[in-house]
């Protein structure tokens, strides 16, 4: 019941539709008049001048926590970015991953460039972008391109159409096998996508298991490492591969974060 409620949140929230937002903000509304009266009554009384030009309600922040330190992107945006910079590598290249998550993070202490389907418009140290579709032919410019690449929570779109990429049942083992190319043998590639019983739910994403994932990956790269986010929002580090093979380390919506090694 309570994976079904957040699931009912997240679709309502992807269409623009926050209702834990809603109905916090309801709350506040009885605090924010209130608070109103109060600071009205203390400005009467002071001689500072603040004049109070227009109401800017925030009505919801007061029942909200300090910040989050929870859940799948928050997790593997770090995770990844701290092996990145334990690892120094030469080139790291990144695909469709969150700029203002994971790739912020890198560009604060290193270059990084970004390859993705859609185009970004502003300007930011560090980082150098490239607007291509990874599910088509690529520039033999970025065949052995890096030595390092990074593919977070972005592989399970390919070919859904959701970014404006062309529909494509199998794009995403067409995202693989140009990682493959512009990937340097012997180059670290990080990768992340969901992880439960496999299925598709259009337009958002696909949904891996475990079983297929290795199938599909034992060809091209080699497991250095495994971590996972369950479905709680909580990492798992250093985890078998052989605990999570049967019920996808028991995650309907989890996230599965590889570290692999180019063959």
């Known amino acids: 019941m309570i994976f079904f409620l957040k699931r009912v949140h997240s679709m ?24 109103f009266i109060r600071i009205k009554k203390q400005q009467k009384a002071s001689s500072i001048l603040f004049p109070m030009q227009g109401l800017w309600p925030c009505l919801s922040d007061k029942f909200a926590e300090g910040g989050s330190a929870s859940g799948q992107y928050f997790h593997q945006d770090l995770l990844v970015a701290k092996k990145i910079f334990d690892n120094k590598p030469i080139t790291h290249v990144d695909v469709g991953s969150r700029i203002d998550g994971f790739v912020a993070h890198v560009a604060s202490f290193r270059k990084i460039e970004i390859f993705d389907i859609r185009f970004v418009t502003n ?67 990080y990768l992340s996508v969901p992880i439960g019983t496999q299925r598709i739910e259009f337009n958002a994403h696909r949904v891996f298991s475990i079983d297929y994932l290795i199938s599909i990956l ?7 490492n495994l971590s996972y986010i369950d479905d709680h929002g909580d990492l798992h580090e250093n985890a078998q591969i052989s605990t999570g093979i049967k019920d996808n380390f028991g995650c309907n919506f989890g996230c599965a974060v590889f570290e692999l090694k180019k063959k």
């Open 218 to 224: 034992d060809d091209r790269f080699e497991l250095v």
């Open 123 to 189: 300007y930011i140290h560090n980082i150098k972008f490239v607007q291509c579709n990874m599910m088509g032919e690529i520039d033999k410019s970025f065949v052995d391109y890096c030595d390092s690449l990074s593919c977070l929570h972005a592989l399970e779109h390919f070919g859904l159409g959701r970014y404006g990429d062309p529909i494509k049942y199998d794009g995403y083992l067409d995202g693989l096998n140009n990682f493959s190319k512009i990937l340097k043998k012997g180059g670290i590639f």
């Open 12 to 35: 309502l929230s992807m269409s623009g539709i926050d209702l834990i937002r809603f109905m916090r903000s309801l709350r506040g509304v009885s605090f924010y008049l209130r608070d």
